[in-house]
């Protein structure tokens, strides 16, 4: 997952909505409590840790392409001492982990993965046979109306994010090896507190690649552009659900 590195402490501060919907998606995974857990795509670690108290006799394996992001992840999670364990490394690309998992837990992540026949493969070659993947990202029709905004400003060149929809979805887990496929879109209307936190938001998580190509000088006024031209502060997130098993 190539691009600018994270602002890994800005982030863990501000993304609300995320660990809102992982908690969420953390429900749809059962778990005994012993059970060996990859949440692939970690961050900051907030959903991990709410993973992590749940496998009170298990162990989380904490994987994220980002060193920032995963610092933030180790302090957050020190407590669980040898219950976590922390794993650099790109989605994209075979996965470095020294034993099969019971189960993958993922959220907003797989939209940075260009390849999702490769993502689903790499997660599939880690996964124990009948392990349960459970998953969100964005999907097909997310922020729709800010690369809208992006492509009147001449800007829309950017992240190569892929905001995959249902069906292919569903072909690309069958063709890497899961079966008992439930895929499907929801609408998530995201409102922000305007002005700064708005626009720290922006920069941050929205426009980072974007922000990474422009001299530092001129991205303030990029962001406040931006900011202002979206009617009000609400982002029309669409997350893609994913659960499947592990043929």
Same mark, same amino acid.
């Given at each position: 997952?190539?691009?600018?590195?994270?602002?890994?402490?800005? #982030?863990?501060?501000?993304?609300?909505?995320?660990?809102?919907?992982?908690?969420?998606?953390?429900?749809?995974? =059962?778990?005994?409590?012993?059970?060996?857990?990859?949440?692939?795509?970690?961050?900051?670690?907030?959903?991990?840790? +709410?993973?992590?108290?749940?496998?009170?006799?298990?162990?989380?394996?904490?994987?994220?392409?980002?060193?920032?992001?995963? &610092?933030?992840?180790?302090?957050?999670?020190?407590?669980?001492?040898?219950?976590?364990? $922390?794993?650099?490394? &790109?989605?994209?690309?075979?996965?470095?982990?020294?034993?099969?998992?019971?189960?993958?837990?993922?959220?907003?992540? $797989?939209?940075? /993965?260009?390849?999702?026949?490769?993502? $689903?493969?790499?997660?599939?070659?880690? /996964?124990?046979?009948?392990?349960?993947?459970?998953?969100?990202?964005?999907?097909?029709? *997310?922020? +729709?109306?800010?690369?809208?905004?992006?492509?009147?400003?001449?800007?829309?060149?950017?992240?190569?994010? *892929?905001?995959?929809?249902?069906?292919?979805?569903?072909?690309?887990?069958?063709?890497?090896?899961?079966?008992? +496929?439930?895929?499907?879109?929801? &609408?998530? =209307?995201?409102?922000?507190? =305007?002005?700064?936190?708005?626009?720290? #938001?922006?920069?941050?998580?929205?426009?980072?690649?974007?922000?990474?190509?422009?001299?530092?000088?001129?991205?303030?006024? $990029? /962001?406040?552009?931006?900011?202002?031209?979206?009617?009000? =502060?609400?982002?029309? #997130?669409?997350?893609? *659900?994913?659960?499947? /098993?592990?043929?």
């Amino acid at each position: 997952m190539s691009g600018p590195e994270w602002d890994a402490a800005t #982030y863990d501060r501000i993304a609300d909505p995320m660990h809102r919907w992982g908690l969420g998606v953390l429900e749809r995974l =059962p778990l005994l409590g012993h059970e060996r857990v990859l949440d692939a795509g970690c961050g900051s670690g907030r959903v991990t840790e +709410a993973l992590a108290e749940r496998l009170s006799a298990g162990h989380v394996v904490a994987l994220d392409a980002s060193a920032a992001m995963l &610092d933030e992840a180790r302090r957050r999670l020190a407590r669980f001492g040898e219950h976590a364990s $922390f794993v650099q490394a &790109d989605l994209g690309h075979s996965l470095p982990l020294d034993a099969p998992v019971d189960a993958i837990l993922s959220t907003a992540v $797989f939209h940075w /993965i260009p390849d999702h026949d490769a993502l $689903f493969r790499n997660l599939a070659a880690v /996964i124990r046979p009948g392990g349960r993947l459970v998953a969100q990202c964005g999907g097909s029709g *997310n922020i +729709a109306s800010l690369e809208r905004i992006l492509q009147d400003m001449g800007a829309s060149e950017g992240a190569d994010l *892929n905001f995959a929809k249902p069906l292919a979805t569903m072909a690309r887990l069958e063709a890497a090896g899961f079966h008992d +496929a439930e895929v499907w879109l929801t &609408d998530e =209307p995201t409102r922000l507190e =305007p002005g700064a936190s708005l626009e720290a #938001y922006l920069e941050t998580i929205c426009l980072r690649d974007h922000v990474a190509r422009l001299p530092p000088a001129d991205r303030p006024e $990029f /962001i406040r552009e931006v900011a202002r031209r979206m009617p009000e =502060p609400v982002l029309d #997130y669409v997350r893609l *659900n994913i659960v499947a /098993i592990r043929r």
